[in-house]
């Protein structure tokens, strides 16, 4: 079935270095993509998306591109902060389901001064 | 605008105990409904979707159980919980089948 696979961490950073989190997919059709972020106690916040081949999707600093031909939507910032220090999980809208995201284990990232 | 709200925040029930979730969402109608568990230090398991009232598919057999007696109000229970069922709780709202929008989450922590 359709499923994702993210790089494991704990990611550790100093303020203002790059950040690429990993993350490519197995699905049949064109899934759609997204980014979730999770800040300690909290529930998901939904990051970025895209929706087809080539997108670009981008917020907060934050930027990942549909790649088809290498089935990967890498999550990059080019200069990380102390309050990004939280959980990423990469996860799939199967093409052909209707209502299941299919979620990557999430990678924990922390972000020291 | 659209809100979801979960509560309790936090449980601790004991083995045994039953269990009553209750998630609402606010500023639209017609939501798929979800409900995640995330185990510590693990990804999220769907463990219920609904498209409509009284509608309600299962993922994943087990003691917990869902219903969605309002269009809008999706509740998880079980009669008597695991110690297994231990975990971080989450309520998700979709208009359509491609983003979803979290809760707050509920702790729970059968002792």
């Known amino acids: 079935g359709d499923s994702v696979t993210q790089m494991e961490g704990p990611v550790t950073l100093s303020e203002e270095a790059f950040l690429t989190i990993n993350c490519t997919y197995t699905a049949t059709g064109y899934p759609s993509l997204f980014w979730y972020v999770q800040y300690p106690g909290e529930g998901l916040q939904l990051l970025l998306k895209?929706?087809?081949?080539?997108d670009k999707g981008s917020n907060k600093g934050f930027e990942a591109t549909y790649r088809k031909e290498t089935t990967s939507f890498h999550l990059e910032k080019g200069s990380v902060q102390v309050s990004d220090s939280a959980v990423y999980f990469c996860?799939?809208?199967?093409?052909?389901?209707?209502?299941?995201?299919?979620f990557g284990k999430g990678t924990s990232l922390l972000v020291t001064p | 605008s659209q809100t979801i709200h979960q509560w309790p925040a936090t449980l601790v029930q004991p083995v045994g105990s039953p269990l009553s979730l209750e998630c609402t969402v606010e500023g639209t109608s017609n939501p798929n409904l979800y409900w995640y568990r995330q185990a510590a230090g693990r990804g999220l398991q769907l463990l219920f979707y609904?498209?409509?009232?009284?509608?309600i598919s299962s993922e994943v057999p087990q003691n917990l159980s869902a219903s969605r007696p309002q269009d809008r109000q999706f509740i998880l229970s079980s009669k008597k919980l695991l110690l297994s069922d231990s975990g971080f709780y989450l309520c998700?709202?979709?208009?359509?089948?491609?983003?979803?929008?979290f809760g707050p989450g509920t702790r729970l922590t059968v002792t």
């Open positions: 895209a929706t087809k081949a080539d």
């Open positions: 609904s498209v409509g009232i009284g509608q």
């Open positions: 996860a799939l809208s199967p093409s052909n389901s209707g209502y299941a995201l299919n």
């Open positions: 998700a709202w979709s208009r359509q089948p491609y983003e979803q929008y």
